[in-house]
Each structure stands twice: as C-alpha cells, then as structure tokens.
C-alpha cells in the first residue's frame, strides 16, 4: 500500500514560470517531509524538507508547503530553471526511523 | 555535508555470480543505512533497513538469502547480490542517517547489469 503518492508522473514548465510539485500522503503519523531531485542514474539528493509543525519552508527558489488536514505537500520552483528538469520524489518519516517515498515527478523546464 | 560514497558506479557481470556493493559514510556515523531499489519509472523500493551490528531487517518480498546486508561498522554497509540473474538488473542505492539526524544521505548508486 503506498502511502506517500505523487499522481503526477511528469509535468513540463516553462522556463521563468513556476513549477508545482504535488504529493499526498495517507498517514497521520508522519511527522517530517522531504523533497528530492533525482538525476537519471544517480543516486537522489537533499532538497528541501519541513516538519509536521510547519505549513510552509523556503530556500531560495524552493518553498514547501504542508497541509496537514488535507495530508498534502506542494513543492514550488520560482523562477523554473532548465538545470531543474530531473525527477522528484517526495518522501515522509515517522521519527525518522522510516522513510517512505512517492513515485516520483519528472520535471521538464524548457527552455 | 555529510558525504555518502557507494561503489561500484556499475558493475556488468555473468548469470550466476555474485557481486558486492559498498556503501560508505565518509565524514559522520551511521547506525542505519538503507538499501534501496530503483527499477525504471518507480519509485525507490526500500529493499532493507541495515543496523550496525544487527541483522537487516527486510521489506516483505526482498529475499534475505539473495540480498546479504552486512553493516559491519558505523561507517560501512554491504549489499551482496548472490547468484545474480537478469532479473536482478537495476539501480540499486544507498542511503545512511546520520545519528540523531532526519534526513537520509544517498550514495549516487549501483547500476548492475546481470548478463
């Protein structure tokens, strides 16, 4: 049963516009999330992550944001960026004991 | 920032051999690394959860025989594809937590390709 899912396989922007990253989650134990890029045949890297007691985080060009009540998280890319086209997979811990991960987005910005 | 190195990058071999990977935290402890799975268009499949010494334990579907896990230190873990088959091609990844830490550190992966 997947309980991170990011039902949107791919998605294409831009460049300068904004990109829109969507995942929901099914359990309310989840404390933590994470957001990470992904490179075709490398291994994923850190993006952004914010806690269960938080709405909203930003870093730069990235910001997340939590709702709770609905079990959603977003993640925003302003301006887009060519080198931002990669997959994305939003994942979420419990304690940080478990991490548990979303199929994945793949982001195209187009030049 | 915490490093995590994992090796080989890609390894091709024959139909019933073995073949180790290493995966590698370079600057801090890790007292749990993962093991992941990546097949083409899927998410990362956790195949293990790797504790220094204990046994991994393993998602339900991951064959423990097949997959041997050994993290034998804080700073080290293997992922040991016994008997490979072609089936057994994929992108294999690891990740470690730094103690205390919430977020994971992934190694850049192992792409094998069982001949």
């Known amino acids: 049963d997947q309980q991170v899912k990011q039902n949107s396989p791919s998605l294409s922007v831009q460049e300068g516009r904004i990109s829109i990253l969507n995942c929901d989650y099914t359990?309310?134990?989840?404390?933590?999330f994470l957001w990470y890029k992904k490179y075709p045949a490398e291994g994923p890297t850190f993006l952004i992550s914010i806690s269960s007691i938080k709405d909203k985080n930003e870093d730069g060009r990235f910001t997340v944001f939590l709702n709770k009540s609905a079990k959603h998280l977003s993640l925003h890319i302003v301006p887009s960026q060519p080198g931002d086209s990669a997959v994305y997979f939003c994942a979420a811990s419990n304690t940080g004991n478990q991490f548990y991960f979303g199929t994945g987005t793949s982001l195209t910005v187009i030049p | 920032g915490a490093v995590v190195s994992q090796h080989p990058s890609r390894v091709i071999c024959k139909s019933g051999t073995s073949v180790k990977i290493e995966c590698r935290s370079l600057d801090f402890q890790a007292t749990t690394m993962f093991w992941y799975r990546q097949f083409p268009k899927k998410s990362l499949m956790l195949m293990a959860t790797s504790n220094e010494g204990s046994k991994a334990t393993y998602e339900q579907g991951v064959e423990k025989d097949k997959f041997l896990i050994n993290h034998a230190s804080l700073t080290l873990s293997t992922l040991t594809v016994t008997s490979a088959h072609p089936e057994d091609s994929s992108f294999y990844i690891c990740?470690?937590?730094?103690?205390?830490?919430?977020?994971?550190?992934f190694g850049s992966g192992t792409q094998l390709s069982v001949l």
């Open positions: 990740s470690a937590i730094r103690g205390g830490g919430e977020k994971l550190f």
């Open positions: 359990n309310s134990m989840f404390d933590y």
